[in-house]
T-cell receptor, first 113, second 115 residues
């Protein structure tokens, strides 16, 4: 039973560029949440996708957008990258929007230079 | 506003000794509470949760946590620490009354268990 997978593992981008991160949820899960974990800090909620729609959103600018596909996998897109976007981006999946058990992937380390 | 505080950046303990990692929370309604552990270059691994019921919750790898409503705390404990327990620990809360299903995380506590 595959857990949550994310790609790529590491990514280096330049300021102003755009990036797409990918997440495949745990088998049987239909809800995906994205979190940003800056160095030395706890994860911060970006948004949640359920039934291919953004259902909840944290305090992040519109430069952060996402998508969920019919197979429940998800993408996180960040436009006009800033140095401050450098972080570990974590994907978490759950069964149902209201589920209190979230399973996290290993994350994608994004470095913006 | 919902928040989680982990007052210690680092906790040091000798192998075989008991350990405690502290967490306090603030929510407007009733809380769901969680502990996660993060090893280097890994995602978050779920340890345990409190939803309702017994205030003492048992989780993975011998860890347990005690929910104290009056002190708004949810401290993580283990009777006998192992060197392999050394990692970064995060406390998280979700407000049951909030229609948002997001987790609010603390800033993390690094646990160092020395041989």
């Amino acid at each position: 039973d595959a857990g949550v997978t994310q790609s790529p593992t590491h990514l280096i981008k330049t300021r102003g560029q755009q990036v797409t991160l990918r997440c495949s949820p745990k088998s049987g899960h239909d809800t995906v949440s994205w979190y940003q974990q800056a160095l030395g800090q706890g994860p911060q909620f970006i948004f949640q996708y359920y039934e291919e729609e953004e259902r909840q959103r944290g305090n992040f600018p519109d430069r952060f957008s996402g998508h969920q596909f019919p197979n429940y996998s998800s993408e996180l897109n960040v436009n006009a990258l800033l140095l401050g976007d450098s972080a570990l981006y974590l994907c978490a999946s759950s069964l149902g929007q209201r589920s209190y058990e979230q399973y996290f992937g290993p994350g994608t380390r994004l470095t913006v230079t | 506003a919902q928040s989680v505080a982990q007052p210690e950046d680092q906790v040091n303990v000798a192998e075989g000794n008991p350990l405690t990692v502290k967490c306090t929370y603030s929510v407007s309604g009733n809380p769901y509470l969680f502990w996660y552990v993060q090893y280097p270059n890994r995602g978050l691994q779920f340890l345990l949760k409190y939803i309702t019921g017994d205030n003492l919750v048992k989780g993975s790898y011998g860890f347990e946590a005690e929910f104290n409503k009056s002190q708004t705390s949810f401290h993580l404990k283990k009777p006998s620490a192992l060197v392999s327990d050394s990692a970064l620990y995060f406390c998280a809360v979700r407000d049951m009354e909030d229609s948002s299903y997001k987790l609010i995380f603390g800033s993390g506590t690094r646990l160092l268990v020395r041989p």
